[in-house]
């Protein structure tokens, strides 16, 4: 698995940018200098994310979301384990 994250992903599993993987690993979305955990999608090069807003519930039961325009870092919550790192006695 790579170190770099896409340009565009969505928690969403009926979304084409779903990537079940990554999100496993963990990602973390900084949007205008604060973290955000109720990110739902984000697009680096064009600058915006979705965000859930309030408990309010579509009629399918997803989440109301809203789209913020902003500067979107992304990145890894934690470091993958590194296997072939060798041991320190």
Known sequence: MT???????S????????????L???IG???NGQEKTTVEEYCI???WV?????????????PMTMKFQG???AYFLETPAQDDAPAQA
Do not use: C, N, W
Request: net charge positive; charged share 40%; proline share 5%.
């Open 29 to 31: 979305i900084r949007f």
């Open 11 to 22: 928690v969403d599993p009926k979304s084409k940018f779903y990537d079940e993987a990554l």
């Open 3 to 9: 170190d770099t994250l896409p340009d565009r992903l």
């Open 45 to 47: 090069s064009e600058g």
């Open 71 to 73: 500067k979107v870092e």
């Open 24 to 26: 496993a690993r963990g």
């Open 50 to 62: 979705r965000m859930a807003v309030g408990k309010a519930l579509d009629r399918r039961g997803q």
